[in-house]
């Protein structure tokens, strides 16, 4: 049974680039959420995809998108890259119509930007 | 505005002993806890969870209690071993359906043989 997969493991960017990071979610789970881990503090809920539309959104500013494909894997895109974009970013898969949709993380995208 | 807060940075423990871990939150609204675990150059795995209609969930060593009325939450180790040496994360959410996970930042545990 594969878990989430997340790709790439590490991504070092400069200031004003544009990143893309990848999910696949675990096996059976419909719904994938992005959360950005900064060192130190716990993950912070960026959005949640599910039936390839953007369900919910934290705090985070329309630099932060994603997309959600027809086979529930998603991507995050970044754009004009800050210095305190640099984190851990996680995504988390889950089933919404389970009885508990309990979310599954991946390893992480490490993203450093210089 | 820190909405869950886990105010012990870390904790040391010795092995077969009890390891408590807390967490504290502010809105009364939370339906849904989580704790995870962390270990370095890892996603959180996910441990053990309560819903609010609950105060206590047991999952082998491992029991979580929620106290409503305190909004507080304990997760027990016990008896802890070398291997629980991670960060754990409490996470909750205003529902169980579309879960938005709120956590907190974290306590790492050292269990020392």
């Known amino acids: 049974d594969a878990g989430v997969t997340q790709s790439p493991t590490h991504l070092i960017k400069t200031r004003g680039q544009q990143v893309t990071l990848r999910c696949s979610p675990k096996?059976?789970?419909?719904?994938v959420s992005w959360y950005q881990q900064a060192l130190g503090q716990g993950p912070q809920f960026i959005f949640q995809y599910y039936e390839e539309e953007e369900r919910q959104r934290g705090n985070f500013p329309d630099r932060f998108s994603g997309h959600q494909f027809p086979n529930y894997s998603s991507e995050l895109n970044v754009n004009a890259l800050l210095l305190g974009d640099s984190a851990l970013y996680l995504c988390?898969?889950?089933?919404?119509?389970?009885?508990?949709?309990?979310?599954?993380f991946g390893p992480g995208t490490r993203l450093t930007v210089l | 505005d820190q909405q869950v807060k886990q105010n012990s940075p870390s904790l040391s423990v010795q092995e077969g002993r009890i390891s408590i871990l807390n967490c504290d939150y502010t809105n009364s609204m939370f339906d849904y806890f989580l704790w995870y675990k962390k270990y370095p150059a890892e996603g959180p795995t996910f441990l053990i969870s309560i819903s609010s209609i609950k105060d206590k969930n047991e999952d082998g060593r491992f029991t979580v209690f929620l106290n409503k009325s305190a909004k507080h939450l304990s997760l027990h180790i016990v008896p802890s071993q070398p291997g629980d040496s991670a960060v754990y994360f409490c996470a909750v959410s205003p529902n169980t359906g579309f879960q938005k996970l709120v956590f907190g930042t974290g306590t790492r545990l050292l269990v020392s043989p």
């Open positions: 988390a898969s889950s089933l919404v119509s389970g009885s508990t949709d309990t979310q599954y």
């Open positions: 096996s059976g789970h419909d719904t």
